[in-house]
DNA sequence: ATTCTTACA
DNA sequence: TGTAAGTA
């Protein structure tokens, strides 16, 4: 087994997740609703998390913390999100007013990264 | 004891 | 988002 298909693996409760990220079971669950995370689920219907979407929920809240809206998180976190204009555009039309002024200054360095540096530390800088 | 869904403040 | 209710 390899370090990938350890990260991906399911193995935190919400319980778990909710000390490791100091998130509530309501916004953990609500994040879940709006398709930012897809934890798998047990027999019994119960939420099982893995390392990768612990990393993913930090993440989600350093940019809700920063200002970005839930919209702009799932942009942020869209593989799809090659090129920083495709990105703006997205961004500008669907948060309007809240993303456009400074998600659009931001995202356009951000996107000078590329897909696979778009991760916590990196990105994150930008955003002050 | 925990978590889940639904629904209302 | 918080929280109460009724379950699994």
């Keep these: 087994m390899n370090d990938q298909d350890r990260r991906s693996m399911p193995l935190f409760a919400i319980g778990i997740v909710k000390k490791l990220t100091e998130l509530t079971a309501r916004q953990i669950r609500y994040y879940e609703d709006h398709d930012l995370i897809q934890p798998e689920r047990t027999t019994g219907n119960q939420r099982l998390f893995s390392f990768n979407d612990v990393d993913r929920l930090l993440e989600i809240k350093n940019y809700l913390d920063k200002g970005v809206n839930l919209a702009g998180v799932k942009l942020l976190l869209d593989p799809s999100m090659k090129k920083a204009e495709e990105a703006e555009e ?21 996107g000078r990264f590329g897909k696979s540096s778009l991760r916590q530390g990196e990105l994150s800088r930008f955003f002050h």
Excluded: G, N, S
Aim: no cysteine; net charge negative; proline share 0%.
């Design 90 to 110: 997205k961004a500008t039309e669907i948060t309007e007013r809240e993303l456009r002024h400074m998600l659009k200054h931001e995202l356009y360095e951000a």
